[in-house]
């Protein structure tokens, strides 16, 4: 079983920035594929980024959000800049067991609680 705890969502104004924390329990955190979601109200939960041995973005954040991973500390982060309106979501990270990418969510066995994030505009 995986547990995944978000951190660092909240109010920021449009083209500005956040980052995104995701704490993982599990011994064999370096072998997970890891990702973060989003959904908005009303929408369907949306593929953001996503990482292994290589890292993997939504067209809609590619060049304005990096994902990165520390292995040693079992932490996932999603650093944001210039941010629009149109990222307001709650965003999840999620985890799965093997080392492969995937952006649906049904390539993903674990989730977090979520996290928001509001982009003024």
């Known amino acids: 079983q995986v547990q995944l705890v978000e951190s660092g969502g909240g109010l920021v104004q449009a083209g500005g920035s956040l980052r995104l924390s995701c704490a993982a329990s599990g011994r064999t955190f370096s072998s997970y594929a890891m990702g973060w979601f989003r959904q908005a109200p009303g929408k369907e939960r949306e593929f953001v980024a996503a990482?292994?041995?290589?890292?993997y973005y939504g067209d809609s954040v590619k060049g304005r959000f990096t994902i990165s991973r520390d292995n040693a500390k079992n932490t996932v982060s999603l650093q944001m800049n210039s941010l629009k309106p149109e990222d307001t979501a709650v965003y999840y990270c999620?985890?799965?067991?093997?080392?492969?990418?995937?952006?649906?969510?049904?390539?993903?066995?674990?989730w977090g609680q979520g996290t928001q994030v509001t982009v003024s505009s």
């Open positions: 990482i292994s041995w290589s890292t």
């Open positions: 999620a985890a799965n067991s093997v080392s492969h990418i995937g952006v649906g969510t049904a390539d993903y066995a674990y």
